[in-house]
């Protein structure tokens, strides 16, 4: 027991010291700052958790600050009230990182204060690895829910060795956001790769419409994208979904070199410009540039921002060539059980969780966030056809969504954090010319090859 518990300690030291500087996820910043928010303006716990009354508490600890929290509270308090046996107190954690350094402190399931956790995809793999978890299959199985009213790419993403480790929540893909009238002056149409938007660049600049084609800000998660576009894995056993990674395998198949290559193009033809971790769509939104990458979840607050001024348009996102023909993978987060021992309080895990995912709570979630509906029965509801009726840039996402595949869902590692952090540090490097696309790769590599062997060591 004193080894398990030394074993925490060690990886949360390790753990504080890799998101001393913050992770960033984009659905973890939200749709009231147009990046995903911050979570800095939540309240620490549900306004309507007053009293239980007698009712079995559920503790729901979650990241979603601002207009998202207001959204969290509303289903709370719709849940409570509609049974008399379950207690939900939503609790906000700060951000998603803040919240998966309090569970790795967690020597098991009893220990963690909460009964259902949200935690955002870069923490999949060690959820999965924990022990602190009662998968989601076993409820699935146990109840013989029926999960075929789920969208199959996210249930894809959380399905490991056939096993549905947790429920998908807040689900959101990158989109291409671009400035109608200005792709109509200059006679251009959105760009499918990277190819195309060196092409399509040019001739934005050479219309006189702008100086700045695209701004896209410098983050991981771009690369995770644009690797599952080439079809190429980061990390060994099959990119971390048969086991925990050894080793990166990007160096070997070179599926970084080129898009490190492509976007060190685009940066010296002056069609994206380094606009560093913090810009991209303020940008766009202040219509300096023509194109931006953004969540799915961010279009109400870029459609928000933008006014009238321009049109909006949304599409896929690129891939680099344009011959990469495969889809993209999810982000966002998704809602684990933890393994209390507790039985009761489980059960009521497990029926807040069908509440959630339930038509009517994600017809009331897709509208109010702008993330996926999880069922799909929402798309059939009157409320998500005039949604898509007010905001037509929103079936984008949808289509995207539907044309990937569930084998092209991402990577799982335990060190991701860590790992989106070291590829931002060198894509700057070489933005900024001090280093080559191809030294870049290798330094990525061998850093994130050094954090998972340092993990695996701990873990062992």
């Keep these: 027991m004193f080894k398990k518990i030394a074993r925490r300690l060690m990886l949360v030291l390790m753990f504080v010291t890799l998101t001393a500087c913050a992770g960033r996820n984009e659905d973890s910043k939200s749709i009231d700052t147009g990046k995903d928010s911050k979570n800095s ?7 309507s958790n007053d009293s239980s009354d007698g009712k079995t508490t559920i503790v729901f600890w979650h990241s979603m600050g601002g207009n998202l929290n207001d959204a969290i509270d509303h289903l709370v308090a719709e849940y409570n009230e509609s049974q008399d046996k379950y207690f939900v107190k939503a ?15 967690s020597a098991s399931g009893k220990d963690v204060g909460a009964d259902i956790v949200q935690v955002f995809e870069l923490g999949t793999r060690y959820m999965i690895d924990s022990g602190l978890i009662k998968p989601m299959q076993d409820f699935v199985d146990e109840e013989n829910y029926d999960t075929s009213q789920l ?8 399905t490991v060795d056939g096993k549905l480790n947790s429920m998908p929540f807040n689900s959101s893909t990158p989109l291409l956001y671009y400035n109608k009238d200005m792709f109509e002056e200059a006679n251009v149409e959105a760009p499918k790769s990277l190819e195309e938007m060196k092409l399509v660049g040019q001739k934005l600049k050479e219309s006189g419409v702008t100086d700045m084609p695209i701004s896209f800000s410098v983050y991981g998660w771009w690369i995770d994208q644009f690797m599952n576009k080439q079809g190429l894995d ?5 990119n971390g979904r048969k086991a925990n990674p050894t ?3 990007f160096e070997e198949n070179g599926g970084v070199t080129n898009i490190l290559k492509a976007w060190k193009d685009l940066a010296d033809e002056g069609i994206a410009p380094n606009v560093g971790k913090q810009g991209g769509t303020a940008e766009f939104n202040s219509g300096t540039s023509a194109m931006t990458f953004a969540s799915t979840a961010s279009l109400t607050q870029i459609l928000s921002e933008v006014g009238d001024r321009f049109e909006v348009g949304t599409a896929y996102f690129p891939s680099v060539k344009d011959s990469d023909k495969n889809g993209v993978s999810i982000g966002g987060a998704s809602l684990y059980a933890i393994n209390s021992g507790d039985e009761e309080k489980m059960a009521g895990t497990w029926d807040f969780i069908k509440f959630l995912v339930s038509v009517e709570s994600q017809t009331y979630w897709n509208a109010n966030t702008g993330y996926f509906p999880v069922n799909k029965g929402v798309l059939e509801t009157q409320e998500f056809k005039d949604l898509i009726k007010e905001s037509p840039q929103f079936e984008t996402a949808i289509n995207q969504l539907h044309d990937s595949k569930p084998e092209d869902q991402g990577a799982l590692a335990t060190v991701y954090q860590e ?8 894509i700057e490097e070489v933005l900024n010319g001090n280093i080559s696309p191809e030294d870049a790769s290798k330094k990525m590599a061998e850093e994130i090859d050094a954090a ?4 695996n060591k701990v873990n062992k």
């Design 452 to 455: 998972l062997e340092s993990y």
């Design 91 to 105: 609790e906000f954690q700060g951000e998603y990182d803040d919240a998966l350094t309090k569970l790795r402190s």
């Design 41 to 47: 303006e939540s309240s620490e716990s549900n306004s």
């Design 419 to 426: 790992s989106r952090q070291i590829m931002e540090k060198y």
């Design 234 to 238: 980061l990390f060994d056993n099959e």
């Design 151 to 158: 969208e199959d790419n996210l249930l894809a993403y959380y």
């Design 247 to 249: 080793k990166s395998v």
